[in-house]
């Protein structure tokens, strides 16, 4: 029996970042949800997610004019026919970027629909039997002072988390030595049981970055996350020749060919594509595939209600990235959505993503 898609509804959110938050390279200034809902003939209801910080626009009127025509009366099970035809249809406009935003979107909300049709969690249809997964607490942006720094941090952790992450590239990446302070003072008020990450957000060259990460590997760090520019692979390669400090990338690449680039180029210890912008769980399921080939880890940016699905079924993926930044409109877009507890999240024993969306906050906030 099929299940033709009928109806393609997008919803843009979003809300002000009060305070000047900033990491080493941007101010953020607003984040949101970009909110795919797709519909059957026969009423079942799928949806999906991507950004809406800076392009939402653009995206929702993408998928709205391009995509939704392209997918109408198409069978939702048909995830690798539709994803490749829509590649192929799309690939002059943007093989990267916002083209793939609005994909991942789309492709997640055909899953979505897969999982309630068969009344099966998305994590067991992926072959996975985890319910609990690990999970991170990540903040720390390097525009608070080093008390705020530590404050927030050790609130982290007085959540029950048992890894934290946080910002490096103090002053624009201007003084590395900075940061190696800050980096002590977390480590003595967290002690040395809490696992420590750091995230540079793209803002030094190889040199730089090896240097600081040899200056702060005795403070037991998990990895350092983006020491240079996301496309800079040579520079990639650089840094992991010269230190053992594990190096994370892969939140700014974009399908199986990104991640296999950074792969086979030895530019990543642990692989960090997210699945709203790199190709839906069609495409991150190859991804994971890929990791696994090479023997690396996988750990998903961000995303965490999404990605708590792969997560279970990936025997090399690490844990799932909870923003403290995104837990208010998160909690406010999905009805009763996982929390962490004690450093772990519980999957919804529920068909497909196992959420709901919270419709009264979306049309009250929809910027439509």
């Known amino acids: 029996m099929k299940h033709l898609i009928k109806d393609v509804k997008v919803h843009l959110v979003s809300m002000?970042?009060?305070g000047g938050f900033a990491d080493a390279t941007r101010k953020v200034e607003s984040i949101g949800y970009t909110i795919v809902k797709i519909t059957t003939e026969d009423g079942v209801e799928g949806f999906g997610v991507t950004y809406h910080e800076v392009g939402g626009e653009?995206?929702?009127?993408?998928?709205?004019?391009?995509?939704?025509?392209?997918?109408?009366?198409?069978?939702?099970?048909e995830t690798e026919v539709i994803w490749q035809d829509l590649v192929q249809y799309l690939r002059g406009v943007g093989r990267k970027g916002l083209m793939f935003c609005a994909l991942s979107a789309v492709d997640i909300a055909l899953w979505d629909?897969?999982?309630?049709?068969?009344?099966?969690?998305?994590?067991?249809?992926?072959?996975?039997?985890?319910?609990?997964?690990?999970?991170?607490?990540?903040?720390?942006?390097?525009s608070y002072t080093d008390e705020e720094l530590v404050e927030e941090m050790k609130m982290i952790v007085s959540r029950g988390y048992q890894m934290v992450k946080f910002k490096v590239g103090y002053?624009?990446?201007?003084?590395?030595?900075?940061?190696?302070?800050?980096?002590?003072k977390v480590r003595d008020a967290v002690g040395p049981d809490v696992e420590i990450m750091l995230d540079a957000n793209n803002c030094w060259d190889a040199a730089t970055g090896a240097r600081f990460a040899n200056m702060v590997k005795d403070y037991n760090i998990l990895f350092l996350e983006e020491p240079v520019y996301a496309d800079d692979i040579p520079g990639l390669v650089r840094y992991k020749q010269s230190t053992d400090?594990?190096?994370a990338t892969g939140e700014h690449e974009y399908t199986k060919y990104g991640a296999r680039d950074l792969i086979i180029n030895g530019a990543a210890d642990?692989?960090?594509?997210?699945?709203?912008?790199?190709?839906?769980?069609?495409?991150?399921?190859?991804?994971?595939?890929l990791?696994?080939?090479?023997?690396?880890?996988?750990?998903?940016?961000?995303?965490?209600?999404?990605?708590?699905?792969?997560?279970?079924?990936?025997?090399?993926?690490l844990f799932l990235e909870r923003l403290l930044l995104f837990e208010e409109i998160t909690?406010?877009?999905?009805?009763?959505?996982?929390?962490?507890?004690?450093?772990?999240?519980?999957?919804?024993?529920?068909?497909?993503?196992?959420?709901?969306?919270?419709?009264?906050?979306i049309k009250e906030y929809d910027e439509a």
Not at 130 to 137: C, I, L, N
Not at 299 to 314: D, F, G, K, T, Y
Request: glycine share 10%; hydrophobic share 40%; proline share 9%.
């Open 16 to 18: 002000p970042v009060k």
């Open 171 to 184: 002053d624009g990446g201007r003084k590395p030595l900075r940061d190696v302070e800050r980096v002590r």
């Open 58 to 77: 653009a995206t929702k009127l993408l998928i709205e004019k391009n995509i939704a025509p392209r997918i109408m009366d198409k069978d939702p099970f």
């Open 291 to 317: 990791t696994q080939a090479w023997n690396l880890k996988f750990a998903p940016h961000a995303m965490e209600n999404i990605h708590i699905h792969l997560v279970s079924a990936c025997s090399n993926a």
């Open 245 to 247: 400090l594990p190096l």
């Open 113 to 142: 629909i897969k999982g309630k049709i068969l009344d099966m969690p998305l994590y067991r249809l992926f072959g996975g039997n985890q319910t609990k997964v690990p999970v991170y607490g990540s903040g720390g942006w390097t």
């Open 331 to 361: 909690g406010n877009v999905y009805i009763n959505p996982p929390q962490p507890v004690n450093g772990y999240m519980e999957i919804p024993d529920l068909p497909g993503l196992g959420l709901q969306l919270n419709m009264d906050f």
């Open 270 to 289: 642990i692989v960090q594509l997210d699945g709203t912008r790199a190709g839906g769980f069609t495409e991150m399921l190859k991804i994971a595939a």
